[in-house]
């Protein structure tokens, strides 16, 4: 298996994501916008609670109403801080998209390891995906180091999804910034918001339907 190849591949991946979230961090997470935002989607959410122990103590009829509006109010900022979240998202999937392009052009065709087994044919489709057994040759198996059944030839693809899912959640559970809980479900989180509502109200969508569970 050609170790170099599958760690530069790892580390690239790796590298890329670390510079999104150190940038993602200086000019969103650490900004004052942001930061503002957290603060007032926090002070929204001490309004709920206070609302959820008013209503326990006594069955005062204004309650429920204040009740109401404090979570509508909470979902606006919780859907506030989701947004902030979903650009710098989109930018890294827009880039490690182009970055698959660059290394697919690099790495096309080419047998980048070896599995240790011979795969059944439907798996062989994944684990060498991009690649086309009429141009996979013994020769191209000796320079991974072995002679063993073409199925068994590792792809790019594998090894870049692989090293996405691995090498960027850790550097993202390291540096990155994960959204707090409330603002936690991206594009549901808008969606069931009162900004969610109204934009799909305007869109001609009945609002009801829009929501997700």
């Known amino acids: 298996m050609t170790c170099s190849e599958i760690l530069n591949i790892v580390t690239t991946v790796a590298i890329s994501q670390l510079i999104i979230d150190l940038l993602s961090n200086y000019f969103v997470f650490k900004g004052r916008h942001y930061t503002e935002a957290v603060r007032q989607m926090e002070r929204a959410k001490a309004k709920v609670d206070r609302a959820e122990y008013d209503m326990q103590r006594s069955n005062s009829k204004n309650n429920p109403k204040k009740l109401e509006l404090a979570k509508e109010e909470y979902s606006l900022y919780c859907a506030d801080v989701a947004r902030r979240h979903m650009m710098p998202n989109m930018i890294g999937s827009l880039f490690f998209l182009l970055l698959l392009k660059i290394l697919g052009t690099e790495y096309k065709g080419k047998v980048i390891g070896v599995l240790p087994f011979v795969p059944y044919t439907f798996v062989s489709r994944i684990t ?86």
């Open 128 to 213: 060498a995906r991009g690649l086309d057994w009429k141009d996979v040759s013994v020769e191209d198996l000796k320079a991974a180091g072995t002679t063993m059944d073409p199925k068994q030839a590792l792809s790019f693809m594998l090894v870049y999804i692989l090293a996405g899912w691995v090498a960027k959640s850790y550097v993202k559970r390291a540096v990155g910034t994960n959204p707090p809980p409330g603002a936690d479900g991206g594009l549901q989180t808008i969606a069931n918001s009162p900004m969610g509502q109204a934009m799909a109200k305007r869109l001609g969508f009945d609002p009801d339907e829009m929501k997700l569970d």
